[in-house]
Nanobody, 124 residues
Framework: QVQLIESGGGLVQAGGSLRLSCAAS????????VGWFRQAPGKEREFVAA????????YYADSVKGRFTISRDNAEVTVYLQMNSLKPEDTAVYYC?????????????????WGQGTQVTVSS
C-alpha cells in the first residue's frame, strides 16, 4: 500500500558527505516511524538509523553515531539521512523502511514497508 522511494545515492570519496532522501508517494510520515538500513554484498542487512512518529527522538547504530544524522522535513513529507565523514565501509545499498505507530517502538525491529534502495559507494 505504501511505496517508499529513496534518492540521493551516488559515488563519493572518503571523508565526503552525502544526503539520502526517503519519501512516500501520496502520503506523509505523520503516523509512521522511519528507519534506514543498509546491505553490502556478502553481508547481512544492518540497521543504520531511525526516527519515531510521536516525537523527534532518533536512534543510531554505533558504526554511524556522530557521523550520520536522520531528520524529517517540517511537513513530514520526507525523511533524510545526512551522511558525513564517509568511509569505504559505508559502501552499501541503503534502504528506507517505515512502520505504523505502535505502543512500543523498536528501532532495529520489524518494518512493514520498504523502498527499492539507493546505492552509496565510497572510494578510497
Amino acid at each position: 500500500q505504501v511505496q517508499l522511494i529513496e534518492s540521493g545515492g551516488g559515488l563519493v570519496q572518503a571523508g565526503g558527505s552525502l544526503r539520502l532522501s526517503c519519501a512516500a508517494s501520496g502520503r506523509t510520515f505523520r503516523n509512521y516511524a522511519v528507519g534506514w538500513f543498509r546491505q553490502a554484498p556478502g553481508k547481512e542487512r544492518e540497521f543504520v538509523a531511525a526516527i519515531r512518529w510521536s516525537v523527534t527522538d532518533t536512534y543510531y547504530a554505533d558504526s554511524v553515531k556522530g557521523r550520520f544524522t536522520i531528520s524529517r522535513d517540517n511537513a513530514e513529507v520526507t525523511v533524510y539521512l545526512q551522511m558525513n565523514s564517509l568511509k569505504p565501509e559505508d559502501t552499501a545499498v541503503y534502504y528506507c523502511a517505515a512502520v505504523g505507530r505502535r505502543i512500543v517502538f523498536n528501532p532495529t525491529g520489524t518494518y512493514d514497508y520498504w523502498g527499492q534502495g539507493t546505492q552509496v559507494t565510497v572510494s578510497s
